[in-house]
């Protein structure tokens, strides 16, 4: 699938150009890169990644992930090997809410199967898929380590815990009705237990 | 028993405020290593207490640290595995959530020991919101001096750094750990060499668990021999036990080592019993990749003696009737919990995080999930026991890191102490789901 999107089909070395960070997000990175010693900045990719995905509509396409490499002086397929390994990164479009609800040992204890079919029949969509509004992407995770507040579901930086059908539609209502994207790098979390 | 050394001062409100830590006692034992110990003074001290490495393998810690390469001129680090995924351990999240300036004191005088001068704490990307409250507190220790140039006034000087990941199991094995903080997949690394003589950036490197660093604070302060009269035998010190499942109060439990598993199941103080007066059925006491134990195994060994919560009385009876004390992830499954399908779930997950380098772990983990996947679908036969059997015995020892054996464990426990419930589907060719939520949440609310 990788191979594909990074391929020439799609990939469009004229539209990297035209990727902009915030002076923020730049800002950010430069900080992270200090974190190593000389010549060790290839470490940061991880956390700028996060960065990239937020600046981005919460997905990495192959002109950011590019855009990525020469920020931190590496080559393209180093970030996209990277970007393909780790299941927080996204590598299509995604919605402006990501649900992601664990489907792990105590959470499946607990009725995280039950949650799951709960959310794609309020939401209309199957797991892995997108509402065509473009507000929420359903996604199932493996342990998200709040196994003592099974189930839960993260959505970006957040952690709903100890859920019912009842606290889904309350949290999931809530974020319709704010209609924004919520991103890992969130310094707003707002956690429920 | 029931002495808290980590959680002591969980419930006192702004305890993750640096004067309120401080309050309480915080960052004396920085205080007291850095003014009058050596480094090799405070390794000694870790080597005296008996501690062992809180993150599941349970290898001496004071041990590992002596492993630790010092050649001329090389930098040396130490990096904190904080990247908690193993199924049903959720206690490191909660004393970096609630007592975050605990782990730091503890990488502070752990630093100090090992000679680094620049270390990192790699935090699980799902715990990005954890790494802010991290982060907070390491702005708070650096304007107070307790991080940056010479702390108290000392040669030694320390920067603490978080990193985050973003969403890999394997990346809590050590050398993959060090392959993601390097920035690139989590493989993790063929060994020999060993991360104390080549590890992050070539340089000599001790990864250690949240728990086992937060840990050093009070050996330094109560001093080792103290720290390691509690407990029992070579099981040192307490332990946070992660308790989730059917139980009536899941949490984190901080035990001290060789309390009775049966008063931790049953006692009010820890768990309360099975939820809605059910049955125990099975208990998985270390994270998802130790054997699970039935009930009867789990509160008393083969020999009939009380199971205790240490790593040698959970091990009694080797992996024929015993298990691990691993991550102290404990898991309980009520009477109405089907085994096969746990373990399906189980394996799923470990097929879903197998980083794909070796073979019988990349095949095997995705044959064993099909192969269960038939027996929730009724189309299993007896043979695709016997299957299941030889699959895991041939990923055991046989993969560069310990996933493969994590990922066979469960599978061959399973068959071992539930076979019957294996065959019951495989004759009847019917498996009977129950939905969790409608048995525990329904009546609830009713």
């Given amino acids: ?96 809410c990501v649900i992601e609800v664990c489907r792990t040992s105590s959470c499946w204890l607990l009725g995280a199967e039950d949650i799951i079919k709960y959310i794609e029949k309020k939401l209309g969509i199957k797991e892995g898929q997108t509402t065509p509004d473009g507000m ?12 003592g507040t099974a189930p839960v579901m ?6 709903h815990e100890n859920l019912t059908f009842e606290k889904v539609d309350k949290i999931l209502d809530k974020y319709r009705a704010e209609g924004r994207r919520r991103n890992y790098t969130d310094l707003d979390y707002e956690n429920t237990k | 028993m029931g002495r808290k050394l980590l959680l002591a001062h969980e419930n006192v409100p702004g305890i993750d405020r640096l ?31 008996g501690l062992r490495g809180r993150g599941g393998a349970g290898f001496p810690t004071g041990l590992k640290w002596s492993f630790l390469a010092k050649p001329e001129g090389v930098p040396r680090y ?52 954890v790494s802010r409250i991290l982060e907070k507190a390491i702005q708070e220790a650096y304007e107070a001096g307790w991080l940056g140039k010479n702390i108290l006034g000392t040669d030694y000087s320390l920067d603490l750094y978080v990193q985050v990941g973003a969403g890999a199991y394997i990346c809590g094995e050590e050398t993959a750990l060090i392959e993601s903080l390097e920035g690139k997949r989590g493989n993790p690394r063929i060994k020999p060499p060993f991360p104390a003589v080549a590890g992050l950036w070539g340089c000599p490197t001790v990864v250690n668990n949240v728990e086992t660093i937060a840990a050093v604070a009070p050996i330094i302060n109560m001093g080792g021999e103290e720290y390691a009269k509690i407990g029992i035998g070579k099981s040192t010190g307490t332990k946070l036990i992660s308790a989730s499942g059917h139980i009536n109060k899941p949490g984190v439990y901080e035990i001290e080592l060789g309390l009775p598993v049966e008063e931790f199941i049953y006692s009010d103080q820890y768990c309360g019993g099975i939820r809605n007066g059910k049955k125990l059925k099975a208990v998985v006491a270390g994270g998802s ?40 992830g404990f898991i309980v499954m009520d009477e109405d919990t089907s085994i096969v399908k746990n373990l399906w779930n189980f394996t799923r997950f470990y097929h879903h995080e197998s980083c794909g380098q070796c073979s019988p772990c990349r095949e095997g983990t995705g044959w064993m999930e099909k192969i269960l996947h038939k027996f929730l679908e009724g189309t299993a036969n007896l043979s695709d026991i016997d299957l299941l059997w030889d699959i895991q015995s041939k ?46 949440h329904k009546p609830a609310m009713a």
Wanted: proline share 5%; glycine share 8%.
């Fill in chain 2, 19 to 49: 004067d309120v830590y401080r309050a309480h006692g915080g960052y004396a034992s920085v205080e007291k290593a850095l003014k009058s110990m050596k480094p090799e003074d405070v390794v000694e001290e870790v080597k005296k207490s």
């Fill in chain 1, 1 to 96: 699938m990788g191979a594909q999107i990074h391929g020439t089909l799609e990939f469009n070395a004229e539209k990297r150009k035209d990727i902009r960070f915030s002076e923020e997000a730049l800002k950010e990175i430069e900080k992270i890169k200090s974190r190593y010693p000389q010549g060790k900045q290839k470490s940061a990719l991880i956390p700028v990644l996060h960065i990239a995905q937020a600046e981005n509509d919460g997905w990495l396409s192959p002109e950011v992930m590019d855009y990525v490499a020469s920020l931190l002086n590496i080559q393209p397929i180093e970030v996209f090997e990277v970007a393909s390994f780790y299941t927080m990164f996204n590598l299509k479009p995604v919605g402006k």
């Fill in chain 2, 395 to 440: 990923i055991e020892g046989k993969t560069i890191c310990p996933l493969g054996d994590a990922a066979a464990w469960p599978v061959a426990s399973a068959i071992r102490h539930f076979k019957q419930e294996f065959e019951e589907i495989a004759k009847s060719k019917k498996f009977k789901d129950v939905s969790h939520y409608e048995r525990l």
């Fill in chain 2, 78 to 129: 130490l990096v904190c595995n904080a990247d908690e995924s193993e199924p049903g351990t959720f206690k490191d999240r909660y004393l970096m959530e609630k007592i975050p300036h605990s782990l730091i004191e503890g990488m502070i005088v752990s630093s100090y020991a090992l000679g680094s001068n620049t270390s990192y704490i790699y935090i699980r990307g799902e715990y990005f919101y």
């Fill in chain 2, 289 to 328: 990749s130790v054997p699970i134990l039935p009930a009867d195994l789990i509160l008393k060994t083969a020999k009939g003696e009380p199971r205790l919560m240490t790593y040698e009385s959970l091990f009694d009876g080797g992996f024929q009737s015993g298990t691990m004390l691993g991550s102290g």
């Fill in chain 1, 154 to 159: 993260q959505v970006g930086a957040s952690y």
């Fill in chain 1, 136 to 147: 929420f992407t359903l996604k199932t995770v493996e342990c998200l380590g709040s196994c």
